[in-house]
């Protein structure tokens, strides 16, 4: 469904009067409300989890010599959200990836004891981890000495519906979800205990089926000893 289909779907199953919209632009009254609800119950869904798998995307950007941080625009993501911790590579420009490292992740509190204090403050060589800065951006221990290729992984920023035609990038079998999360905030909004009922447990139940869908499957670690 695109954002006028789950404007008019959320309309019918609310229980609102009136034909069928045609447009969701320009709306006024309760159907605009209707509108809002749907775009803030979509957010929402985005929002629930930091790992969605249909949020997650790869990314490839160069890094310069003598350059330690880099926002999300700087490598080329127009819609961010997060970095994916686990997922950053390195090689040489210009080696094809042959020499392709992975990065382990460091914590920022550990990174700036360690890479953000004394000669290592500027000391350029091959870098070897990663970190996440509190303001997001990427840092690479140690400052780069060369350029190097990046391959990482990130999470897009929550989808907005502005347009008609948008549709949601979830799968179409959970489109209905976003429809029973607007119809818990229209129950809120016109006291109807009924319609809050519907919305919440639909809603649930729709939930746990796109966690299973698009969560990271859970697996066992190495052994301990």
Request: proline fraction near 4%; charged fraction near 20%; include cysteine.
């Amino acid at each position: 469904m695109n954002l006028l289909a789950l404007v008019n779907r959320t309309r019918d199953e609310c229980g609102v009067s009136g034909p069928a919209l045609t447009t969701a632009q320009n709306l006024t009254g309760e159907s605009a409300r209707i509108k809002n609800w749907v775009n803030a119950a979509w957010i929402d869904i985005q929002s629930t989890k930091e790992d969605w798998q249909f949020l997650r995307e790869t990314v490839e950007f160069t890094t310069t010599a003598g350059k330690q941080f880099y926002t999300a625009a700087e490598a080329g993501i127009d819609s961010f959200g997060n970095w994916k911790r686990d997922s950053f590579r390195a090689s040489t420009v210009g080696s094809d990836y042959r020499d392709e490292q992975l990065l382990n992740y460091m914590d920022w509190a550990t990174f700036r004891n360690l890479y953000q204090y004394s000669n290592m403050r500027h000391t350029q060589q091959r870098p070897v981890v990663v970190t996440i800065d509190p303001a997001k951006k990427l840092g690479f221990g140690a400052i780069p000495n060369n350029a190097y290729k990046i391959v990482a992984e990130y999470f897009k920023a929550p989808q907005t519906l502005i347009a008609d035609t948008d549709t949601p990038i979830i799968p179409e079998r959970f489109h209905s979800m976003i429809v029973y999360r607007a119809m818990v905030y229209y129950a809120g909004f016109e006291a109807a205990p009924e319609v809050l009922a519907r919305g919440q447990f639909e809603f649930n139940r729709l939930m746990s089926r796109l966690e299973i869908d698009q969560l990271p499957t859970m697996t066992n670690g190495p052994a301990l000893a």
